[in-house]
């Protein structure tokens, strides 16, 4: 999808190429949508000057309404057997340890590409002849729970989960180096994810690692989600408190009244300074994120998940829908009372 970026040009709009958590009180980016309701309620005596936002709908799915269990027999028939001259017995050995049986998310899936791997080579080593069809029976039991295991690394690495989690709060400000992180991760992720989805060949395991603790580390992405989903919900709400400004404003008088001039400097102030350009820089690190995105969608398994990603997908688009309609009445305004948008 091509990257649309919202631009205010003399009020026409152009296109460029066209929660897991509860409310939060700290507002962020999104103040300034704040500032504006509270300043044209005193101005227009409007009753409702806080903007209450709710908890995000858009939630990752709990780990129990994605995970899939998974028998852990299906290496049991090769327990007892001498298979030291393959990788297969080192791995067998690798899992039953205890750090082993603490491995989950994509470290286990990992764990099993490599075990699938492994058999793979020993059934071709020339001292398996007598266990060949142990061997392969172990082989088709454990590339049949591989989607098993892909499903349960999307339900329960917690650094994966994070990265694509509705933040707790609004960005404080929009920051390129922390948000270039984050994205940079999450792409190298995901490229080598697909990579080992579509060869069903594991490695870089320690760059995916490394992907994964970035991850961990960065609030960008949560806190990208969260801001857009809260600016959209303020836009939508100012937009439906919004009386006819013209007459509001009296611009049918002559000579204009003060309100209207305030009303004229609030937008130019707030919005045309301001929201416009947090809007736009908005939109265009969110978008992005489409390629990745629609490539995690692709490769997760569950539904609910898939569903769950395309609501991410959409929130640039659900965001510029609310920015067209938050001005298209000041547009009307501006025409009617002749005034010049980002002039007074």
Known sequence: ????????????????????????????????????????????????????????????????????????????????????????????????????????????????????????????????????????????????????????????????????SVGSSPLQRIHVTEYNYAVNALERFTRILERWNYSKEPDALDEMSKMLGRLTRSNYLPGLFRTMLDYSHKLDHITAQLPNLTKAGGCLSDPKPERAMKMRNLFNEVYIKVMQKDLAELIEQHQRLLTTLDTLQSIAPQPSLKKYIQELTSLSKKLTDSSVEFVRPWQKFFDECEFTPGVG
């Open 1 to 164: 999808m091509k990257r649309s970026v919202l631009i205010l040009k003399q009020f026409g709009y152009a296109l460029a190429a066209v929660s897991l958590f509860a409310c939060t009180d700290n507002p962020g980016l999104t103040e300034h949508a704040d500032a504006f309701h509270q300043r044209l309620s005193t101005l227009l005596k409007l009753p409702e000057k806080r903007i209450e936002t709710p908890k995000p709908e858009a939630q990752y799915p709990r780990k129990r309404d994605l995970a899939v269990p998974v028998e852990r027999t299906s290496l049991s028939l090769l327990q007892g057997l001498s298979l030291s001259y393959c990788e297969v017995g080192q791995l067998i050995a690798e899992n039953n340890s205890s750090l082993g049986r603490l491995k989950d998310g994509f470290n286990k899936y990992y764990a099993d590409l490599k075990m699938v791997s492994a058999l793979k080579a020993c059934i071709d080593h020339p001292e398996s002849s007598d266990i060949q069809n142990k061997l392969e029976t172990a082989l088709a039991q454990k590339e049949s729970l591989l989607d098993a295991s892909l499903a349960n690394a999307f339900a329960y690495d917690e650094a994966f989960r994070k990265a694509l």
